[in-house]
């Protein structure tokens, strides 16, 4: 009879040193995503390059920029081989060195593609109408003798 009461003993115990961290980690962590439940929603970024404003979503913001570093990239590389092609033919070089555009948030976590590109044409009327009454467009005058 004590041979008997041992094992079962025995066996509880080594069930509980078993399956203790299983139910222990359960408790410990958050439960798993129902089958039904919701994903995370995507969010917009407004960005303004160079004179372009754009919507992009935040996840395509680090592969926008890469697109633009790999453009500017190429343009430099064209740019040089170009001059050092007029160099060296002695002819005049008058392109002008690429500008890097920067990439300037001006809006972000929008959850509504339609409502981001609203904002967007509002921040590109906006910009129109800043460059169109910057001095530097505006024409000189001059005088004549």
């Known amino acids: ?9 025995a066996a509880v115990v080594l069930m509980g040193v078993l399956a203790g961290p299983t139910f ?11 089958v ?3 994903t995370k929603v ?5 960005v303004q390059v160079g004179d372009e404003v754009k919507v992009v ?3 395509g913001l680090i592969e926008l920029q890469r697109t633009i570093n790999d453009t500017f990239k190429q343009d ?17 070089f008058d392109q002008p060195k690429p500008v890097k555009p920067v990439v300037k948030k ?6 509504n593609e339609q409502e981001a590109n609203q904002e967007a044409a509002k921040f590109q009327d906006k910009l129109a ?3 169109k009454d910057h001095p530097s467009t505006k024409p000189v005058k001059t005088q004549q003798p």
């Open 76 to 92: 430099t590389k064209t740019y040089q081989e170009a001059k050092k092609e007029a160099t060296k033919n002695k002819e005049k």
């Open 57 to 59: 979503p935040k996840s």
């Open 129 to 131: 109408s800043q460059k």
């Open 106 to 111: 001006l809006k972000e976590g929008i959850k």
């Open 42 to 46: 995507e969010t917009f970024v407004i």
């Open 36 to 38: 039904g439940a919701a």
């Open 24 to 34: 222990a980690a359960g408790a410990r962590h958050a439960p798993h995503k129902a």
């Open 1 to 9: 009879m004590k041979y008997r009461m041992v094992l079962i003993l």
